[in-house]
């Protein structure tokens, strides 16, 4: 089985570890040449390519037989050329992969919108509140439009994403002591790596297509998470301005049960000890 990763950040690499140790023929990709050598260390072939580049994707899918889109946007990126051209890219070098039988993409449980903290399920409209969410919407689409009999489309829609090296307590440390703009109340999506790859691969397993909402089962209020992280951590309170407007642009709680009746049984449905 080939199976090839487009984008080999901290989710990529961490799936191309395991593929290759289930025995999966793995080509890791990544935009810096200087990745190169780490990256052969953990998959068979590793190739230099850009999302917006035709020829090396199409030389990318060749005899593939699963791909995993794992792109990332930092902070200062451009999300439509990293998100959604990949995405066309992708799409418009599927005729020259006939033996392509799935595709698999990581999105983000924020193409939702505001609900106003009610739960959504995958069949709710995404209702995205910003620009980034709503190319993120029209990237899950553009795949989601190349599904045939043949082919699946496996859209995964991720929590916020900790685990080594994303501890809660690093990601919340600047925030120590600060006072916040809203009540901080609410939802908080989150999903551990070690989900995000169990899950990956369990849908390259069981050939599953369609959405998937990927987050755990324990959903806090962002106040409650922060104050146990900062508790747990020995990290100065953070204070809340309820006189303030939130900075957050979407309320949601997301229900992970498809992915749950599909069969897959999650290893950290819980915060662990913080």
């Known amino acids: 089985m080939n199976a090839a990763i487009l984008g080999c950040g901290y989710v990529g690499t961490a799936v191309a570890r395991l593929w290759t140790a289930q025995g999966l023929q ?5 935009t ?34 699963t791909v995993l889109i794992c792109v990332g946007a930092g902070r200062q990126a451009n999300y439509e050329e990293t998100y959604l051209n990949t995405a066309k890219t992708v799409v418009t070098a599927l005729d020259q992969a006939p033996q392509l039988r799935q595709i698999i993409f990581t999105s983000t449980y924020s193409v939702y919108g505001n609900y106003e903290g009610a739960w959504v399920r995958e069949d709710d409209p995404a209702k ?3 620009d980034n969410g709503r190319i993120m919407a029209a990237t899950e689409q553009t795949l989601l439009d190349a599904a045939t009999g043949d082919r699946a489309v496996c859209i995964f829609r991720l929590g916020g994403i900790y685990g080594p090296g994303r501890e809660l307590a690093k990601i919340y440390s600047r925030a120590a002591g600060s006072t916040r703009p809203g009540s901080g109340h609410e ?12 899950a990956i691969a369990f849908a390259q397993t069981h050939h599953l297509s369609g959405l998937y909402n990927l ?3 324990e959903i ?17 309170p953070v204070q809340w301005d ?9 309320n949601v ?7 749950k009746a599909a069969g897959y049984g999650f290893r950290r449905p819980c915060f662990e000890g913080i």
């Open 32 to 65: 810096h040449p200087g990745r190169v050598e780490e990256l052969q260390t953990m998959a068979a072939a590793v190739a230099v390519v850009n999302g917006s580049n035709p020829v090396g994707i199409a030389d990318l899918l060749h005899n593939q037989n």
């Open 242 to 250: 309820p006189s303030q407007p939130s900075a957050r642009p979407y």
């Open 253 to 259: 709680r997301v229900s992970n049960q498809k992915l």
């Open 187 to 198: 939802a908080s999506n989150w999903i551990h790596l070690d989900d995000i790859v169990g």
């Open 128 to 130: 995205p509140a910003t």
């Open 220 to 236: 806090p209020t962002v106040r409650e998470l922060i104050d146990c992280v900062c508790a747990a951590n020995h990290l100065a």
């Open 215 to 217: 987050v755990q089962d």
């Open 26 to 30: 793995v080509t890791a990709t990544t």
